[in-house]
């Protein structure tokens, strides 16, 4: 049980990480709610900056394959990919 405690104690601070991000690049969004790709928020540098953001932040690279419009959506598929980037290592 501590293990898996653990674990969603970690998930939650990469999930809070992205949010911290997202907020910085768009401060008015509403990171919960919205559909980052298909509400059009994000655009190409803005996908730049966040791979930039995140390999200063959590020490990763993510990969060109990574690279789809479903890992960077919403902040729960960018904390899941980072997550699994993570798991990776």
Request: with cysteine.
């Amino acid at each position: 049980m501590e293990e898996q405690e653990k674990r969603l104690r970690e998930q939650e601070e990469i999930k809070d990480g992205i949010v911290e991000i997202l907020l910085g690049l768009h401060p008015d969004i509403e990171t919960g709610s919205c559909a980052l790709i298909d509400d059009r928020i994000l655009d190409s540098f803005d996908i730049i900056t966040l791979i930039t953001q995140i390999r200063e932040e959590f020490d990763i690279v993510v990969p060109a394959e990574q690279i789809l419009p479903q890992n960077f959506n919403s902040a729960d598929a960018l904390a899941k990919l980072v997550w699994e980037l993570l798991e990776e290592e």
